[in-house]
């Protein structure tokens, strides 16, 4: 009896071997141009890239960070082994540090199992050319939600009822599928592209156990929670200068300009943010500019880029990097408005226009 058991411990050790082995992403491009091409998490913002948790190895690649990303070489046939304990989307990218541009695939699904990837061209158009239960259930979800992705504008501010009309259809889906990885993926890239929203909370309570114990439900909880706290919290940005409560009570808003030395958009921008400013300063209005800059030379360049666009008020450099890990601020340019009793009222990424009008309407009321 007990050889018997050792024998089939042995046997189920091998099986197990042998099915964790036998799970691999193949791609196959037989008549791309491109010489180097990545395998990496779809394009993403509010630093939803951070709730992947990929597991990718290939003799002969380049882990290029923690998520996972691959560079590989893109002649003839990649096979890359995976091992995922729950389904992941991912993408194909190339970079072409000549013309500083690059490109994306559409987000397709990586789970246990083989998954076969036909490479058709150069511009990454892709076929599936095995089965696989996730791309399955994506394409299936993608058809139902189609109608209220028409009405929604990616990385905008939108209609709060078009987002939430999304957001209850999927809910739906969800009672349904209680286990769909597909379905949570598709709240975090709604939250990635449109915003945060009360009603995901709601979703998240939906899903089962399987899904909510994992890395990334656990992971995408925390940064909705950054997002849906309304009360501006203290920032250290350099042991002797911060943000906190007291910043804000002697001014009706005032406005927070998050940028980089390196974000093109933020310095473009900022002619309108001294228009805004000469327009506002006396209504009660207070602007503050925070740089995502650390080094002396860094730093040296972000103060001639403020006195070239006469910019005169306070400005502070992030040199503790606590203002995107207390506001899951995730790119550039980031406003965020803020009442006297130190409320976040809004945030955006760029929209100024948007930011124009809510500032007008708040100090009419």
């Known amino acids: 009896m007990k050889k018997h058991l050792i024998l089939l411990l042995i046997s189920l050790s091998f099986q197990l071997y042998y099915s964790q082995k036998s799970s691999s992403l193949e791609i196959v491009a037989p008549n791309l141009k491109l010489d180097t091409i ?10 939803t890239h951070l709730l992947h948790h990929y597991k990718f190895t290939v003799e002969g690649s380049k882990k ?3 998520q996972g990303d691959m560079k590989l070489s893109a002649k003839g046939t990649v096979k890359i ?10 993408a194909i990218s190339y970079y072409d540090t000549v013309k500083n541009s690059g490109m994306q695939s559409q987000p397709f699904f990586v789970e246990s199992g083989t998954l076969k990837l036909l490479l058709k061209d150069d511009k990454l158009n892709f076929e599936l050319l095995s089965s696989s239960p996730a791309n399955f259930e994506y394409n299936k979800l993608s058809a139902i939600l189609k109608p209220y992705e ?9 209609d709060a009822e078009n987002l939430e009309g999304k957001e209850l259809e999927l809910q739906k889906y969800i009672r349904k599928n209680p286990k769909s990885f597909v379905a949570l ?3 975090i890239n709604d939250f990635s592209r449109y915003g945060y929203h009360p009603v995901y909370f709601e979703n998240l309570k939906l899903f089962d156990m399987t899904v909510k114990k994992t890395y990334t439900y656990l992971e995408f909880s925390k940064l909705l929670k950054l997002e849906a706290e309304k009360i501006f919290p203290d920032v250290n940005l350099d042991n002797s200068k911060h943000l906190s409560k007291e910043t804000f009570k002697n001014y009706k808003l005032t406005l927070i300009d998050y940028w980089a030395t390196f974000c093109k958009p933020c310095i473009e921008d900022m002619p309108r943010l001294v228009e805004l400013y000469n327009q506002y300063k006396n209504l009660g209005v207070n602007f503050i500019s925070i740089a995502d800059e650390q080094t002396p030379e860094r730093m040296v360049k972000a103060a001639e880029i403020l006195k070239k666009n006469n ?3 306070e400005s502070y450099f992030d040199k503790n990097k606590d203002f995107p890990k207390k506001l899951n601020a995730s790119g550039y340019p980031l406003q965020i408005l803020v009442d006297s009793e130190g409320n976040i009222v809004k945030r955006t990424y760029g929209e100024l226009d948007v930011i124009k009008e809510f500032m007008t309407n708040y100090l009419s009321n």
């Open 38 to 47: 990545f395998v990496t998490y779809p394009s993403a913002a509010r630093n």
């Open 81 to 90: 082994i995976t091992n995922f304990d729950y389904p992941q989307p991912a």
């Open 311 to 313: 910019i005169t008020w």
């Open 185 to 187: 993926w598709e709240i």
């Open 150 to 158: 028409s009405r929604l504008k990616p990385y905008e501010s939108n």
């Open 64 to 66: 290029l960070a923690e």
